[in-house]
T-cell receptor, first 110, second 114 residues
Framework: RKEVEQDPGPFNVPEGATVAFNCTYS??????FFWYRQDCRKEPKLLMS???SGNEDGRFTAQLNRASQYISLLIRDSKLSDSATYLC???????????FGQGTELSVKP | DTAVSQTPKYLVTQMGNDKSIKCEQN?????MYWYKQDSKKFLKIMFS???????INETVPNRFSPKSPDKAHLNLHINSLELGDSAVYFC?????????????FGPGTRLTVL
């Protein structure tokens, strides 16, 4: 079983749609959780950290359920510029190592 | 202005050659990393260094040798390149080893081994 699992997609949605990505992780001792975004042929960049209480940044909402070992990302009112691969990432406090899911590809169409 | 820079951006070479990739960060961070992204886009850590000291070596073949001359630089030397080494290699840095820290990635080096 992979340490971090995501639905690879692709998700093809129209502009203005709401889209949700899910992710599960296998290590119950995991400490820190993130969503990174990677544009085609570019480096990953932090989108947002994920906290147990849930957190929101504009159109983006992230949730963490430690009991189910489940992380989600909700994007409201999708824009064309949201088209990218969204990476679910976990840090188990082992030498700074980030453990990446395989990424979920999102394509927002006009 | 670039926070984490890598050179070269593209590297095309023959099997059996030796090559190096350089990485520099100007963020004043203590910790640097090398990640490999394979053809299936899966990103996996290779090494981490903290203040020039090796912290993680993620069962990488010993043909790969990282070197950190100072905490702002982490270079990757690869001996006897193989076809399976073709990938994008990303350097990254973070403030320190604390798990909640954001990691900042360089633009990547696309290595093609022929």
């Amino acid at each position: 079983r992979k340490e971090v699992e995501q639905d690879p997609g692709p998700f093809n949605v129209p502009e203005g749609a709401t889209v949700a990505f899910n992710c599960t992780y296998s290590n119950s001792a995991s400490q820190s959780f993130f969503w990174y975004r990677q544009d085609c042929r570019k480096e990953p960049k932090l989108l947002m950290s994920v906290y147990s209480s849930g957190n929101e940044d504009g159109r983006f909402t992230a949730q963490l359920n430690r009991a189910s070992q489940y992380i989600s990302l909700l994007i409201r009112d999708s824009k064309l510029s949201d088209s990218a691969t969204y990476l679910c990432v976990v840090n188990n406090n082992q030498g700074g190592k980030l453990i990446f899911g395989q990424g979920t590809e999102l394509s927002v169409k006009p | 202005d670039t926070a984490v820079s890598q050179t070269p951006k593209y590297l095309v070479t023959q099997m059996g050659n030796d090559k190096s990739i350089k990485c520099e960060q100007n963020l004043g961070h203590d910790t640097m990393y090398w990640y490999k992204q394979d053809s299936k886009k899966f990103l996996k850590i290779m090494f981490s260094y903290n203040n020039k000291e090796l912290i993680i070596n993620e069962t990488v073949p010993n043909r790969f040798s990282p070197k950190s001359p100072d905490k702002a630089h982490l270079n990757l030397h690869i001996n006897s390149l193989e076809l399976g080494d073709s990938a994008v290699y990303f350097c990254a840095s973070s403030q320190d080893l604390a798990g909640h820290n954001e990691q900042f990635f360089g633009p990547g080096t696309r290595l093609t081994v022929l």
